[in-house]
T-cell receptor, first 115, second 117 residues
Framework: GAVVSQHPSWVICKSGTSVKIECRSL??????MFWYRQFPKQSLMLMAT?????????EQGVEKDKFLINHASLTLSTLTVTSAHPEDSSFYIC???????????FGPGTRLTVL | AQSVTQPDIHITVSEGASLELRCNYS??????LFWYVQSPGQGLQLLLK??????LVQGIKGFEAEFKRSQSSFNLRKPSVHWSDAAEYFC???????????????FGKGTKLSVKP
């Protein structure tokens, strides 16, 4: 149980285009989903927290207009990187949590490369 | 400031040898501690967690960790390493009620484990 999927697993796009990454909790309803960014050989940095049906809460320094998060249902959150640039290339990982269970379940990550 | 320090960036051990990965934390509230493992290009898998109770916690894959409040440490151990244990290991600290609020899981920078045959 407690499986989180991400799609796509990797994506290459041209500079200036937008990319959408999906995060799904497959066998549970996630009250909260988190989006992290991981640079090569670095740790995970929390970008934003999203609760179903409400606006995401962004960490300091994360541009909310660039990284659009939509938590449309209890099983789906999407991260859209708008007008992507090479510096946005990174590994994006989502996690999902059930409010009554203090553990985040992580997705496998999405490798974004912006040319 | 809240932080997690993993002093060892890279550790190499021989297969069958014992392993200890260090983790120190600085946290204002009661810490809830986690160890995750990440294989190349993969997400994170929870190895074990400590919320309260017995300070020696057992996890999956034969790992254990000991919470030492006086040393602000939560070191990960395994008595006999297998080649399949080669991966990146992350220590993290969070608060009990982070559900629904800011997702304040703070991660260390990770320790890469290599295993020699």
């Amino acid at each position: 149980g407690a499986v989180v999927s991400q799609h796509p697993s990797w994506v290459i796009c041209k500079s200036g285009t937008s990319v959408k990454i999906e995060c799904r909790s497959l066998d549970f309803q996630a009250t909260t989903m988190f989006w992290y960014r991981q640079f090569p050989k670095q740790s995970l940095m929390l970008m934003a927290t999203s609760n179903e049906g409400s606006k995401a809460t962004y960490e300091q320094g994360v541009e909310k207009d660039k990284f659009l998060i939509n938590h449309a249902s209890l099983t789906l959150s999407t991260l859209t990187v708008t007008s992507a640039h090479p510096e946005d290339s990174s590994f994006y990982i989502c996690s999902a949590m059930i409010s009554s269970y203090n553990e985040q379940f992580f997705g496998p990550g999405t490798r974004l490369t912006v040319l | 400031a809240q932080s997690v320090t993993q002093p060892d960036i890279h550790i190499t051990v021989s297969e069958g040898a014992s392993l200890e990965l260090r983790c120190n934390y600085s946290y204002g509230a009661t810490p809830y501690l986690f160890w995750y493992v990440q294989s190349p290009g993969q997400g994170l898998q929870l190895l074990l967690k400590y919320f309260s109770g017995d300070t020696l916690v057992q996890g999956i894959k034969g790992f254990e960790a000991e919470f030492k409040r006086s040393q602000s440490s939560f070191n990960l151990r395994k008595p006999s390493v297998h080649w399949s244990d080669a991966a990146e290991y992350f220590c993290a600290v969070g608060s009990l009620n982070y559900g629904g609020s800011q997702g304040n899981l703070i991660f260390g920078k990770g320790t890469k484990l290599s295993v020699k045959p």
